[in-house]
């Protein structure tokens, strides 16, 4: 068993599309273990995007993530953090795999829907930065 950190973007939630999204981690064997609508700061979104600190999407980026509502979710399952990237799709939705969350709904390389960590030690960092161990399901 593995868990990850997913997030709904602002765009995600604006357009509608959190129930398309936990449909699919609820198909495929993601089980969502703590759940919570969320909307960050400035200096939140730039703590959690703080490994992309320098480059130069980071002011966007973090003006985008503290734009509007987010749901941020801990979903676990046999290879989470994997299964979880797969069904997100490439970071640019025009390389996304058909049919995956990006490849259906992205509208750009930054409004994307979707993060989700990307090996162990960042989903314990990202976990940890929103969740505490009263508000994570014990199964
Ligand atoms: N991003 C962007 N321009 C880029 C690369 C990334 O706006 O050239 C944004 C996009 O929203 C992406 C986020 O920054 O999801 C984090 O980038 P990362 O490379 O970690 O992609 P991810 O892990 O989300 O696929
Ligand atoms: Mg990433």
Redesign the pocket.
């Known amino acids: 068993m593995e868990r990850t950190l997913s997030i709904i973007k602002p765009d995600g939630v604006t357009r509608g599309l959190i129930g398309d999204v936990i449909r699919r981690f609820e198909k495929n064997g993601l089980n969502i273990i703590a759940m919570k609508m969320i909307h960050m700061d400035k200096t939140q979104a730039e703590g959690f995007?703080a490994v992309?600190l320098g480059k130069p999407?980071f002011d966007?980026?973090t003006d985008f993530m503290s734009s509007g509502p987010a749901v941020v979710m801990i979903l676990e399952g046999d290879d989470a953090i994997a299964k979880n990237r797969e069904l997100?799709g490439?970071?640019n939705y025009k390389d996304a795999a058909p049919g995956t969350i990006r490849a259906d709904h992205a509208t750009d390389?930054?409004?994307?829907v979707v993060?989700?960590s990307?090996a162990p030690e960042t989903a314990a960092f990202e976990i940890g930065y929103f969740f505490n161990s009263f508000e994570i399901i014990r199964r």
Do not use: Q, R, V, W
Request: hydrophobic letters at 35%.
């Open positions: 995007y992309h999407f966007s980026l997100m490439a970071t390389i930054e409004k994307n993060h989700g990307d």
